[in-house]
């Protein structure tokens, strides 16, 4: 009888949804979109984005694709975050539909993301993270991150999660929180 190969072990995917750190207010009057857009990072805000890169590199989180916000306090944040784990630099997409974008849209772009890509960050604006790490999380939450969760998502939170199946493939309850930063 043959020996049959091993099965190869099912890649993990890791994802890491992430808020845009604190953001300076739009001008006195101005209600614009365009104003709301040019929101640029306060000084905490540098530094609250900053201290979530170190997290995520002591995490070893590497990701292949960064889908971004256009808006200027997400790019920002991105660049506050400075390099991730390893040497690989991610493909860094600037998503319109993030900006202002529903759980559904974001959930959408996943089925996007091609099978190849195991891990992926998101960075975007409330109300549609909180609204998507929380019906993700309500699937599957870690013992000790309900109390977290109770906190709202304000700006540099960051929620990380895995899945067995592509991006593209995976259903909510393929989706589990690992991890949760909402300080």
Do not use: K
């Amino acid at each position: 009888m043959p020996d049959t190969p091993a099965a190869s072990p099912v890649p993990t995917r890791r994802m890491v949804l992430m808020r845009h750190a604190q953001a300076a207010p739009a001008p006195f009057g101005d209600m614009g979109m365009q104003a709301d857009l040019d929101r640029p990072l306060t000084a905490r805000g540098r530094q609250s984005a900053a201290s979530r890169g170190a997290q995520l590199r002591a995490r070893r989180f590497a990701p292949e694709l960064v889908m971004v916000s256009p808006s200027v306090r997400t790019r920002q944040t991105l660049d506050a975050i400075g390099s991730f784990y390893g040497d690989r630099q991610p493909d860094i997409r600037y998503v319109n539909a993030l900006y202002d974008a529903m759980p559904e849209t974001i959930r959408d772009l996943l089925y996007e993301v091609p099978d190849n890509i195991n891990n992926i960050m998101i960075l975007a604006h409330n109300p549609g993270l909180q609204a998507l790490v929380a019906h993700w999380a309500a699937r599957h939450c870690p013992p000790g991150l309900e109390n977290a969760l109770h906190l709202g998502f304000p700006p540099a939170s960051m929620a990380c999660f895995t899945a067995t199946r592509a991006w593209n493939q995976a259903d909510d309850g393929d989706i589990r929180l690992t991890g949760l930063s909402c300080q």
